[in-house]
């Protein structure tokens, strides 16, 4: 039973355009949520996390929305750059557990 | 500040032996996970510690163990070595129990 999916495994935009990676849960004790930028032979980066309390969270280009009824959570890249093709993560963390569960990942290639 | 580091950068067994993975956190943090990624498949959750203590453990069987030291470092250590076990193993250390920093992996591979 995967508690944190990712169904999309690719996603391919335009430069300048917007980039949606998409993610769903379904285990309702998660009341953390993250998103990891991976490249290839590194570990992955953290980029952005939203606490279960809030539906939105800003960091420059970087906004992650939560639909906790849903159990949905999404990360936006407005611009994407070039730069930002890489293998997009989300995870989701119960805090008492001191456990994340990862998603599959989503490849993000942002044409020039 | 150096980040999270891992060692070796590549380690190759054969079936039945064991390997030794080692992990050191960024300097104050005192919690180190453990994840293993095989190929194709996302992140599996394999072990927390923090202070010294083992926290939790994903849903693995009992060959994978490790520990952490006193200046917080780990060890990884999976005994009797399957070929399955083959996979790029992740460290990530943090100060609080949200944001997780990696270090670039281990890729073992058991032949």
């Known amino acids: 039973d995967q508690q944190v999916k990712q169904n999309s495994p690719s996603l391919s935009v335009q430069e300048g355009r917007i980039s949606i990676l998409n993610c769903d849960y379904t285990?309702?004790?998660?009341?953390?949520f993250l998103w990891y930028k991976k490249y290839p032979a590194e570990g992955p980066t953290f980029l952005i996390s939203i606490s279960s309390i809030k539906d939105k969270n800003e960091d420059g280009r970087f906004t992650v929305f939560l639909n906790k009824s849903a159990k949905h959570l999404s990360l936006h890249i407005v611009p994407s750059q070039p730069g930002d093709s890489a293998v997009y993560f989300c995870a989701a963390t119960d805090l008492n557990a001191g456990k994340s569960t990862f998603g599959d990942g989503t490849t993000l290639t942002v044409k020039p | 500040e150096a980040g999270v580091t891992q060692s070796p950068t590549h380690l190759i067994k054969t079936r039945g032996q064991q390997a030794t993975l080692r992990c050191s956190p960024i300097s104050g943090h005192t919690s180190v996970y453990w994840y293993q990624q095989a190929l194709g498949l996302g992140l599996q959750f394999l072990l927390w510690y923090d202070e010294g203590e083992e926290r939790n453990r994903g849903n693995f069987p009992p060959r994978f163990s490790g520990r952490q030291f006193p200046n917080y470092s780990s060890e990884l250590n999976v005994n009797a070595l399957e070929l399955e076990d083959s996979a790029l193993y992740l460290c990530?250390?943090?100060?609080?129990?949200?944001?997780?920093?990696f270090g670039p992996g281990t890729r073992l591979t058991v032949t």
């Open positions: 990530a250390s943090s100060l609080v129990r949200n944001e997780q920093y």
């Open positions: 285990n309702s004790m998660f009341d953390y």
